[in-house]
T-cell receptor
Framework: KNEVEQSPQNLTAQEGEFITINCSYS?????LHWLQQHPGGGIVSLFM???GKKKHGRLIATINIQEKHSSLHITASHPRDSAVYIC??????????FGEGTQLTVNP | DTGVSQDPRHKITKRGQNVTFRCDPI?????LYWYRQTLGQGPEFLTY????????KSRLLSDRFSAERPKGSFSTLEIQRTEQGDSAMYLC???????????????FGPGTRLTVL
């Protein structure tokens, strides 16, 4: 069993839909990161959080430390949101352990 | 551009050859990380440096792999006697960490895609 599990692996949505990607982890962490990866490899950090909820534009990230679970929500999805979304947990030395990613496709 | 840069962006080599990749972090960042990502998978941690000291290495980093950060600025990752299983995207990230920081944001480079024939 991977230390970080994401669901779903693939997600297809219509423009405007509300999207949720889930992440569960099994290790002790200092923080959880949500990252976005576009084709070609570039990775961009979206959120870092260790408790509660953070919002940036149409993106919302929540974390429940007791349940070891986090969610990434996208409101009013748009085709430009199409990318791979990766959950990663920060452990000792600030090394990141990554989930396998969720491929999101938003159709117009 | 003051982001993390990696060179080369693509490398094709024959099995058994040695390859070296370079990563230039954001200039004031004291931590530098190397990750490897195979197709369809999330990245995996390889190693990281704080300044010039290599503080942690993954078990994934076999004896054929070596990384250096001689002056605490740029870093190199060398793979000796490459194998087809080494084909992957090699990602570098950097961060600025202090003793007071609870956690730190890592900034990623564009990656070096290695293909071993």
């Amino acid at each position: 069993k991977n230390e970080v599990e994401q669901s779903p692996q693939n997600l297809t949505a219509q423009e405007g839909e509300f999207i949720t990607i889930n992440c569960s982890y099994s290790v002790g962490i200092s923080a959880l990161h949500w990252l976005q990866q576009h084709p070609g490899g570039g990775i961009v950090s979206l959120f870092m959080l260790s408790s509660g909820k953070k919002k940036h534009g149409r993106l919302i990230a929540t974390i429940n430390i007791q349940e070891k679970h986090s969610s990434l929500h996208i409101t009013a999805s748009h085709p430009r949101d199409s990318a791979v979304y990766i959950c990663a947990v920060e452990t000792s030395g600030s090394r990141l352990t990554f989930g396998e990613g969720t491929q999101l496709t938003v159709n117009p | 551009d003051t982001g993390v840069s990696q060179d080369p962006r693509h490398k094709i080599t024959k099995r058994g050859q040695n390859v070296t990749f370079r990563c230039d972090p954001i200039s004031e960042h004291n931590r530098l990380y190397w990750y490897r990502q195979t197709l369809g998978q999330g990245p995996e941690f390889l190693t990281y440096f704080q300044n010039e000291a290599q503080l942690e290495k993954s078990r994934l980093l076999s004896d054929r792999f070596s990384a250096e950060r001689p002056k605490g600025s740029f870093s190199t990752l060398e793979i000796q006697r490459t194998e087809q299983g080494d084909s992957a995207m090699y990602l570098c990230a950097s961060s600025l960490t202090s003793g007071l920081a609870v956690y730190n944001e890592q900034f990623f480079g564009p990656g070096t895609r290695l293909t071993v024939l």
